[in-house]
């Protein structure tokens, strides 16, 4: 018999898989770099009429597959070639938790520095740029963090879906929440706060023309969820059948986008507070605010929740990309799960040696002037992650057939499920196809 989550258990697996280092690490730099608030309206957008379409079909295909994602689409529909999409999510999936892991070993390294005192020591606002560009310049000790969330997240998910990956992330999940509000609630009340609150709500209205606003709105939007890697239909085909898939998607995109916002209202009005220009890129998290923390009374308790929070985030989230390919591998290889938790965690790490070494020994190797890690960053939220949401809104739209799809997520008979095809069937593939051949 296969597993089942309990429905709580799912719904904090789900919302822990979404919110991760995209909705801390990411969301505050992609929205430093492009402007805020306008960036975050386009956000919305993408996440209602694209994101939750996506994550509804990638559970209604999980739950009715009932199987890894290469099976599933292989039974779904025996006419056509849909598995390779299942293949692409396997494959995408070792070089998504390679990367992922990287930045989830920094995380990881500050909080533990935090919490011991060392994280402190260069004391000055302006500090840590060399302490951070020296940690990720070593040649072993980013490989030696990465290995060790990698290692965490074997651990979790070898003990399968209800006993490792549901109960700690409901062990998890309401202490991250806590976290993130009250973090939110301390910068609030700083000095020159209303600033942060300007950039995040008060949009300049200009943004709306630059296309890149656009791609970098809809590449978060893909990132954040986790959409197009077949990792909710992965979760899904663990799912209760009597749970509601609607309702499900729903509750885990609000949360996923509450998460993101009130990281964002933790991190935007300390960063106006000090001053701070916030577009400073992906070292926003490990630069601007360690510098901020360490300013701040009370700050080495505020920045150790905050990597606590980082790390632990990104730990959930790891779960379920590597969820993905053991499940394929598990069925494949007919192995236990222990055996194929392994195998793959050991072939993501690998995937994740060039971009955690790309600064130190592979720092002369870059791709369109990029270092490896922004190039796998690029890699994944432009390229991978839509084609492989387009790949599943076809396969919904036209691979699978309207009454199959309306029935499976539980949508038959209703307006709601109608404008819920026609987007998949239209709407998504030619909006991203569009924006991303434009760019
Ligand atoms: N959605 C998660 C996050 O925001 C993790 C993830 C990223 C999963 C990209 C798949 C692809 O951190």
């Known amino acids: 018999m296969r597993e089942q989550w309990t429905r709580s258990g799912f719904l904090l697996a789900g919302i822990g898989s979404a919110a991760g280092l995209g909705n801390i690490w990411r969301f505050s730099y992609v929205a430093g770099e492009n402007g805020g608030a306008a960036f975050l309206i386009i956000y919305l957008l993408a996440v209602i009429f694209i994101g939750l379409p996506l994550v509804i079909a990638e559970l209604a295909i999980g739950s009715k597959g009932r199987d890894d994602a290469v099976a599933t689409l292989r039974h779904e529909a025996p006419t056509g070639h849909w598995y390779i999409a299942g293949g692409l999510s396997v494959v995408g999936a070792f070089f998504i938790l390679g990367f992922y892991s990287v930045i989830a070993g920094w995380a990881l390294k500050y909080f533990i520095g935090a919490a011991d005192g060392s994280l402190w020591a260069p004391q000055q606002l302006n500090a840590y740029s060399a302490y951070f560009e020296g940690f990720i310049a070593k040649p072993f000790e980013p490989l030696g963090w990465q290995l060790l969330m990698i290692t965490l997240t074997t651990a979790v ?75 909710f239909l992965t979760y899904g085909s663990y799912l209760d059948p009597k749970q509601s898939i609607t309702k499900s998607a729903s509750i885990i995109v609000l949360g996923d986008t509450l998460l993101a916002i009130t990281a964002g209202l933790a991190i935007f009005p300390a960063v106006f507070a000090f001053g701070i220009d916030p577009a400073q890129g992906p070292e926003l998290a490990f630069i601007t605010l360690p510098g901020l923390f360490s300013q701040m009374p009370g700050g080495r308790l505020l920045g150790t929740l905050f990597f606590g929070l980082l790390a632990g985030a990104a730990l ?124």
Not at 186 to 214: I, M, N, Q
Not at 398 to 404: I, L, M, P, V, Y
Request: with cysteine.
């Open 157 to 231: 998910v070898a003990g399968g879906i209800r006993n490792g990956i549901e109960a700690v992330n409901r062990l998890l999940m309401p202490l991250l929440c806590l976290i993130v509000i009250g973090l939110a609630a301390y910068s609030l009340s700083l000095d020159g706060a209303e600033k942060g609150l300007d950039f995040l709500f008060s949009p300049d209205w200009s943004a709306f023309t630059r296309p890149s606003v656009y791609i970098a709105a809809i590449g978060q939007a893909f990132f954040s969820l986790g959409i197009g890697m077949a990792i």
């Open 316 to 439: 959930t989230s790891m779960f379920s990309i590597l969820e993905v390919p053991s499940a394929y591998l598990a069925r494949r290889l007919s192995c236990s799960r222990r055996k194929a938790t392994l195998l793959a965690a050991g072939l993501s790490f690998i995937a994740g040696i060039p971009p955690a070494l790309g600064f130190g020994v592979f720092e002369q190797m870059t791709i369109g002037g990029q270092n490896l890690l922004d190039s796998y960053d690029d890699a994944i939220s432009h390229v991978l992650l839509p084609t492989g949401g387009i790949l599943i809104a076809l396969f919904t739209g036209w691979g699978w057939g309207k009454s199959r799809a309306l029935e499976a997520a539980g949508l038959s008979n209703s307006q709601l499920g109608s404008f819920w095809f026609f987007s998949l069937k239209y709407i998504g593939p030619v909006v991203v196809l569009t924006i991303f051949i434009a760019a």
